[in-house]
């Protein structure tokens, strides 16, 4: 705010050197990952700006002004061009490493599938097939699937 530059007061804390009060929270995102259940199977995408080959839930930000469950029914649509039921909250689980919170719902969607340009492909996944990895929307998924007796497998992934 004044140009004086920060400094560490507190761990993760990054305050003002000077006399002027800032203090730069870096309050993490808020981001809705919807397990999108199509025909009975679990859609999982595959960004095109990821490396690796893994496919994931479809997510988003959670725009100015927008409820996280409006989010994800909207994130269904742009994406996959799916059109969905209204969604149930799974949970909510911290994403360290990207300072997110993955605000986790399950739906179920219905049309036909045509993915929008964040996507190159997407896989439908039985859920006794799925394999979850031990971060937020992996949790996310894994606590869909745990109360209908699918225990999913975890994967590490670098
Ligand atoms: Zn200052």
Not at 121 to 150: I, Q
Request: aromatic share 10%; with cysteine; glycine share 6%.
């Amino acid at each position: 705010m004044c140009a004086a530059p920060l400094i560490e007061r507190r761990v993760d804390r990054h305050e003002c050197s000077a006399e002027c009060g800032f203090v730069n929270y870096d309050n993490p995102t808020p981001v809705a990952a919807v397990v999108v259940e199509y025909e009975g199977n679990i859609v999982l995408a595959h960004n095109r700006s990821w490396r690796n080959t893994f496919y994931g839930l479809i997510t988003g930000f959670v725009d100015h002004c927008e409820g996280a469950a409006e989010c994800a029914v909207r994130e269904v649509k742009e994406e996959l061009d799916l059109d969905a039921s209204a969604p149930t909250l799974i949970g909510v689980y911290p994403f360290e490493r990207m300072n997110q919170v993955i605000i986790g719902y399950h739906l179920t969607a219905t049309g036909t599938i045509t993915l929008n340009e964040e996507l190159d492909s997407f896989k439908l996944v039985s859920p006794k097939d799925c394999l979850v990895w031990p971060s937020g929307t992996g949790y996310a998924l894994r606590d869909w699937l745990l109360p209908l007796g699918f225990e999913p497998q975890t994967i590490e992934l670098s």
